[in-house]
């Protein structure tokens, strides 16, 4: 016998369940209202779209994915916006509070000494680990072998980038890539096999594959990186022209009759008028010969030199001088 409600006058017949439910729904469809009406969000006056590109020619649709490679104006104020909305405050550098809050010394020790927190027992050949790394490399000592911070690397690349328009089809040659400050930036940007780079220490080209490549997620890129010395290109081939071939900082520590061996190597796997030779801090393997034959010089390579250009850090207190060249004829 089922339980009914009392019968309306017009003989309908309300059973109990369904009363209990409708009356259920209401009183939920009667929170959630005045929650809402009781409850609205925060204004934020943080930016929460980008307005502009941040690169001054707008409209080239030559640099990539994103539409823009640096931040933008409105970027900086949207990334200060959320520091001082969260009340946040530069503190004293000292180690926090977590399971092991270690110094880059103290954690190389633990890996040496302990092989870190939790480690599978016997030999690397029979553990899980595909590419062992040493320690060194773990704690990112080389971050520090160079006389900025490392984050000057992306300052260089979204300079260099932006000079040529680069896409993720370019071509890219960099002369003394070293352990890959500026250079993941461009191989992670690229397609793959479009980063190509000449290195002659052993040590920096084992920080690049063992570390840097499997650590940012950059070997399905598959660079051509290649030890040599004394500008000998031959490894890269001569199919491809390159859209940008520079060098930081390292022409300071190459004999001028080098430097001028190498200018003539590449001219020609440079692409003629659009592609770009950067050279950064001077270019004194040209000054030192004076201006007229400096300018001779250039111009029997096939050379033009364009001019000189800085660019400022994003995060720290410092501007890069870079000199500019093309290959002015086929």
């Known amino acids: ?21 409708s009356v259920a729904t209401a009183a939920i469809f009667f929170f959630f209202l005045l929650s809402s009406l009781s409850s609205s969000p925060p204004p934020c006056s943080c930016p929460t779209t980008p307005i502009s590109t941040g690169y001054s020619r707008t409209d080239d649709k030559s640099i990539g994915f994103s539409g823009r490679i640096s931040a933008s104006k409105e970027d900086i ?51 899980h680990t595909a590419l062992p790394c040493p320690g060194e490399l773990l704690v990112e000592q080389h971050h520090s072998n160079y006389g900025e911070p490392w ?13 040529i328009h680069l896409t993720p089809d370019s ?3 960099e002369i003394g890539c ?24 052993e040590l920096s080209l084992m920080t690049a594959f063992r570390y840097e490549l ?7 890129k598959r660079p051509l990186i290649v030890r040599g010395d004394d500008m000998d290109f031959s490894k890269f081939g001569s199919e491809d022209l390159y859209d940008l071939i520079y060098a930081s900082a390292v022409f300071l520590h190459i004999p001028d009759k080098l430097v001028w061996v190498g200018l003539e190597r590449l001219v020609n796997r440079l692409k003629p008028l659009e592609g770009r030779i950067f050279v950064s801090h001077n270019i004194k393997f040209c000054s030192r010969l004076g201006g007229e034959e400096c300018t001779r010089r250039l111009n029997h390579l096939g050379m033009e030199y364009l001019g000189k250009h800085t660019h400022d850090s ?3 207190n410092h501007y890069e001088i870079w000199y500019e060249f093309r290959r002015s004829k086929l």
């Not at 016998?1 to 006058?9: E, G, V």
């Not at 499997?214 to 399905?220: I, N, R, T």
Request: aromatic content about 8%.
């Open 178 to 201: 070293g352990t890959l400050r500026v250079g993941s930036h461009f191989i992670r940007y690229l397609n793959p096999t479009h980063f190509h780079c000449l290195e002659r220490d």
């Open 77 to 127: 104020d949207w990334v200060k916006c959320q520091i001082d909305a969260n009340g946040l405050h530069m503190a004293e550098n000292v180690l926090r509070k977590g399971i092991n809050p270690r110094t880059r010394e103290q954690q190389l020790q633990d890996l040496l000494q302990f092989k870190g927190i939790s480690h599978y027992e016997g030999e690397e050949g029979k553990n």
């Open 151 to 163: 984050a000057g690397g992306r300052d260089v690349f979204e300079f260099l980038a932006e000079s």
């Open 1 to 21: 016998m089922a339980l009914s409600s009392a019968t309306s006058p017009k003989g309908v017949v309300i059973s109990v369940p369904v009363l209990v439910l």
């Open 214 to 220: 499997p650590s940012q997620g950059l070997l399905h």
């Open 171 to 173: 071509r890219v040659l």
């Open 314 to 316: 994003l995060l720290f």
